[in-house]
Nanobody
Framework: QVQLVESGGGLVQPGGSLRLSCAASGFTFSNYAMNWYRQAPGKERELVATITRSSGVTTYADSVKGRCSISRDNAKNTVYLQMNSLKPEDTALYYC?????????WGQGTQVTVSS
């Protein structure tokens, strides 16, 4: 079955950096676009970044553009989200997502907290 396992979250000071990872299994990873979403308390889930399956075309939410970079390693079945210049408003639970055979799959999330 499809599994997505996020890691790399934590507590970081404003201006700091984090690199999130999502290890995927149970499907042919290189055939699918991958997404990072986030959800802050009391807010709707927000699409943060997307990377296409092999060409590596990336798109970003305006709120993170220029500060975040999504990448993937198809040999390792892993997608990454490098986050720089973090702000308190980036505090959220970050989820990895893939739409496989028309079904949305989610990881359990990794918490990112930006605070001094």
């Amino acid at each position: 079955q499809v599994q997505l396992v996020e890691s790399g979250g934590g507590l970081v000071q404003p201006g700091g950096s984090l690199r999130l990872s999502c290890a995927a299994s149970g499907f042919t990873f290189s055939n699918y676009a991958m997404n990072w979403y986030r959800q802050a308390p009391g807010k709707e889930r927000e699409l943060v970044a997307t990377i296409t399956r092999s060409s590596g075309v990336t798109t970003y939410a305006d709120s993170v553009k220029g500060r975040c970079s999504i990448s993937r390693d198809n040999a390792k079945n892993t997608v990454y989200l490098q986050m720089n210049s973090l702000k308190p408003e980036d505090t959220a639970l970050y989820y990895c997502n893939a739409r496989v055979l028309r079904i949305q799959h989610w990881g359990q999330g990794t918490q990112v907290t930006v605070s001094s």
